[in-house]
């Protein structure tokens, strides 16, 4: 059975850089796509973006301008770096397996953007 | 894209019946038959309920069940349970490979 766990601080400044990483297992990751969503507190998901395990990817268009994914297979990792953060950008942050729908989900991190 | 519209909050009493609407476009809910629904508790990651407008991923009881008529999408939960309150999540595949989801639903078990 296939298990994420995301790692990364839990506090960043304004106009710095989210950094977050998705560590895999129990399943390979070349043949699927891998998923960022996030949860505003209080508030509903939000799709950031996907990756395959070939590396293309694919991004929200109101983030798009601001996210990165990617991914290392041979860690069995996929990462997701998100510039000039605001308050805005304060959540739940997790990592899923899919592309349409999702059906393994990390337990979420909480991602501060505070100074 | 606009985030897909669900009622804020829905309640039923055990054993009851509750539908759970979700309304997008004919660019999203409408266009598509990969329509899922999401069930959160508080603090805890969501888990899927239903996938392709309908089917049930294993494990999830037949309880819950999901349809689609138009641009509105609906999520049913027969046979109320305690711990069946909790939000739910629509979502859909909206074209060029992005994905939107709904507000989420607050449903409460009286």
């Known amino acids: 059975q296939v298990q994420l766990q995301e790692s990364g601080p839990g506090l960043v400044k304004p106009s710095e850089t989210l950094s977050l990483t998705c560590t895999v297992s129990g399943d390979s990751m070349t043949i699927f796509y891998w998923t960022w969503i996030r949860q505003p507190p209080g508030k509903g998901l939000e799709w950031i973006g996907h990756i395959y395990g070939s590396g293309s990817t694919n991004y929200s268009p109101s983030l798009r301008s601001r996210a990165t994914i990617s991914i290392d297979t041979s860690k069995n990792q996929f990462s997701l770096k998100l510039n000039s953060v605001t308050a805005a950008d304060t959540g739940v942050y997790y990592c899923?397996?899919?592309?349409?729908?999702?059906?393994?989900w990390s337990q979420g991190t909480l991602v501060t953007v505070s100074s | 894209q606009s985030a897909l519209t669900q009622p804020p909050s829905a309640s039923g009493s055990p054993g009851q019946s509750v539908t759970i609407s979700c309304t997008g476009t004919s660019s999203d809910v409408g266009g598509y038959n990969y329509v899922s629904w999401y069930q959160q508790h508080p603090g805890r990651a969501p888990k899927l309920v239903i996938y392709e407008v309908s089917e049930r991923p294993s494990g999830v009881p037949d309880r819950f069940s999901g349809s689609k008529s138009g641009n509105t999408a609906s999520l049913t939960v027969s046979g109320l349970q305690a711990d069946d309150e909790a939000d739910y999540f629509c979502?859909?595949?909206?074209?060029?490979?992005?994905?939107?989801f709904g507000g989420g639903t607050k449903l409460t078990v009286l």
């Open positions: 979502s859909s595949y909206a074209g060029g490979n992005n994905v939107i």
């Open positions: 899923a397996r899919g592309r349409l729908w999702f059906g393994e």
